[in-house]
Nanobody
């Protein structure tokens, strides 16, 4: 069993920054692919960033140049540095993990419970 726990969400003004973390525990062997997703009320879940164990990254156009995904394999922790935040970034943010690559598709096997990010104008 795999457990993913996100943290670091909160409220921030437009132009501000937040850093999300996702701690993985349990049977993490072979979890070579991880991603960040977000879902705003009334909208579909959107993949925004993904990373492989080789540190190959993929970003959605909506966050490219503003968000950075990274990982600390020794700590089994995934990060999302979010800069230049906009009100449209307001959503629940989820991390996800799998042993196969889904890039930005919401087909990962393991999901965290989410952390809320609210950006005010």
């Amino acid at each position: 069993q795999v457990r993913l726990v996100e943290s670091g969400g909160g409220s921030v003004q437009a132009g501000g920054s937040l850093r999300l973390s996702c701690a993985a525990s349990g049977d993490t062997y072979g979890l070579d692919y991880m991603g960040w997703f977000r879902q705003a009320p009334g909208k579909e879940r959107e993949g925004i960033a993904a990373i492989s164990s080789a540190d190959v990254t993929t970003y959605a156009d909506s966050v490219k140049g503003r968000f950075t995904i990274s990982q600390d394999n020794a700590k089994n922790t995934l990060y999302l540095q979010m800069n230049s935040l906009k009100p449209e970034d307001t959503a629940m943010y989820y991390c996800a993990a799998d042993r196969v690559s889904w890039l930005l598709l919401p087909r990962y096997t393991y999901w965290g419970q989410g952390t809320q990010v609210t950006v005010s104008s």
